[in-house]
T-cell receptor, first 119, second 113 residues
Framework: GAVVSQHPSRVICKSGTSVKIECRSL??????MFWYRQFPKQSLMLMAT?????????EQGVEKDKFLINHASLTLSTLTVTSAHPEDSSFYIC???????????????FGAGSRLTVL | QKEVEQNSGPLSVPEGAIASLNCTYS??????FFWYRQYSGKSPELIMS????GDKEDGRFTAQLNKASQYVSLLIRDSQPSDSATYLC?????????????FGAGTILRVKS
């Protein structure tokens, strides 16, 4: 259980175009989803916290007008990189929080990630 | 001071040895701690979670938590070449708008056969 599906896994686009990445929780409802970005040989950096039915909370330094997040349902959150530039090329990973049956604590499970290359 | 600190490594151990990975965190209020493994080009996968002081064992993995010292570690017994990966320590921080998982930079582990 607790599977998060993320698409596309790889995307190549031209500079100036927009790219949408989808993140779905397949077998559970995720009231909160998180979007991370990871540059080569660096750790995961949280970009924003996405709550169903409300505006996303962005981390300091992340442009909310550039990285549009929509969390319209309990199983789907989308990240749109608008007017992408080569410096936006990165590995974008979504994750969703679910409550562990045994522990009762929130556990984070990750999607497979989307590698974006902007030419 | 970084919120979650790890030695970047690489940590090299021979096959069959015990690998010891360490992590310190700054938020004394943190209650949940996780170890994730990440292979190159892949997303992280959860290995262990620990919530109370002491040791927690799961197969070849043992997580250790000491909240007083703000220290969490992961031991891998009988290390295998397939354990070679980056290990990420993550600490849950409670914020006004909810929980936030903060990751360390990761420790690269190399198990040599």
């Amino acid at each position: 259980g607790a599977v998060v599906s993320q698409h596309p896994s790889r995307v190549i686009c031209k500079s100036g175009t927009s790219v949408k990445i989808e993140c779905r929780s397949l077998d559970f409802q995720a009231t909160t989803m998180f979007w991370y970005r990871q540059f080569p040989k660096q750790s995961l950096m949280l970009m924003a916290t996405s709550n169903e039915g409300s505006k996303a909370t962005y981390e300091q330094g992340v442009e909310k007008d550039k990285f549009l997040i929509n969390h319209a349902s309990l199983t789907l959150s989308t990240l749109t990189v608008t007017s992408a530039h080569p410096e936006d090329s990165s590995f974008y990973i979504c994750s969703a929080s679910y409550r562990g049956i045994l522990s009762g604590a929130n556990v984070l499970t990750f999607g497979a990630g989307s590698r974006l290359t902007v030419l | 001071q970084k919120e979650v600190e790890q030695n970047s490594g690489p940590l090299s151990v021979p096959e069959g040895a015990i690998a010891s990975l360490n992590c310190t965190y700054s938020d004394r209020g943190s209650q949940s701690f996780f170890w994730y493994r990440q292979y190159s080009g892949k997303s992280p996968e959860l290995i262990m979670s620990i919530y109370s002081n002491g040791d927690k064992e799961d197969g070849r993995f043992t997580a250790q938590l000491n909240k007083a010292s703000q220290y969490v570690s992961l031991l891998i017994r009988d290390s295998q070449p397939s354990d070679s990966a980056t290990y990420l320590c993550a600490v849950n921080t409670v914020l006004e708008y909810g929980n936030k998982l903060v990751f360390g930079a990761g420790t690269i582990l190399r198990v040599k056969s």
